[in-house]
């Protein structure tokens, strides 16, 4: 069955640096979502994507966040400067099609900004 | 602006008996809502999902959710819980009128006792 991956499981990075984190979504899906999940806390919604553009984004996805698709396969997110307050589990997710489709998780990258 | 209420932190249950973890909601337009499991140190597993039509659901692994408009709830059971379902679960919205953005409750710890 195919799922969604993401590298790396844990990136550790001092405050200031910038980090890349990435995902394959699955083949066939169009859409594409990042989302994170401070300890403890709810799973917020950051960006999603379409079409080789954001399609919508919340309050959190500020300056310091982007994120591309550089090729075919390939979806990343970039923090330019790292806070501490960055430190989260970061989730990848993809979907066939938007409202109606469920989105499909990948197991996450667990960011740590020292 | 959506919301999603799960007004408990933890359910427990005897393994062999049914579970209800609720979760609420608040959308402008027509509700899309759904049900994921985390399972320790994984991602999010899509369980079930309302659009339209049928209030009463059915999903994965045997579990099923009841949409009731009035109440805007939209409660997770299983008639037989197992020690197995113990995890992590998400009550999503999204709004039905097109938007991307999923908004997750905070999460339910089920506890299910052998």
């Known amino acids: 069955e195919p799922e969604v991956t993401q590298t790396p499981s844990h990136q550790v990075t001092q405050m200031g640096q910038e980090v890349i984190l990435r995902c394959v979504p699955i083949s066939n899906h169009l859409y594409f979502y990042w989302y994170r999940q401070i300890l403890g806390q709810k799973v917020e919604f950051l960006v999603s994507f379409y079409n080789n553009e954001i399609s919508e984004k919340s309050e959190i996805f500020d300056d310091q966040f982007s994120v591309e698709r550089p090729d075919g396969s390939n979806f990343t997110l970039k923090i330019r400067s790292t806070k501490l307050e960055d430190s989260a589990m970061y989730f990848c997710a993809s979907s066939r099609g938007t409202t109606s489709y469920e989105q499909f998780f990948g197991p996450g990258t667990r960011l740590t900004v020292l | 602006a959506q919301s999603v209420a799960q007004p408990e932190d933890q359910v427990n249950v005897a393994e062999g008996n049914p579970l209800t973890v609720k979760c609420t909601y608040s959308?402008?337009?027509?509700?899309?809502l759904f049900w994921y499991v985390q399972y320790p140190n994984r991602g999010l597993q899509f369980l079930l999902k309302y659009i339209t039509g049928d209030n009463l659901v059915k999903g994965s692994y045997g579990f099923e959710a009841e949409f009731n408009k009035s109440q805007t709830s939209f409660h997770l059971k299983k008639p037989s819980a197992l020690v197995s379902d113990s995890a992590l679960y998400f009550c999503?919205?999204?709004?039905?009128?097109?938007?991307?953005?999923?908004?997750f409750g905070a999460g339910t710890r089920l506890f299910v006792k052998a």
């Open positions: 999503a919205v999204r709004d039905g009128t097109g938007g991307f953005k999923t908004i």
């Open positions: 959308v402008s337009g027509n509700p899309y």
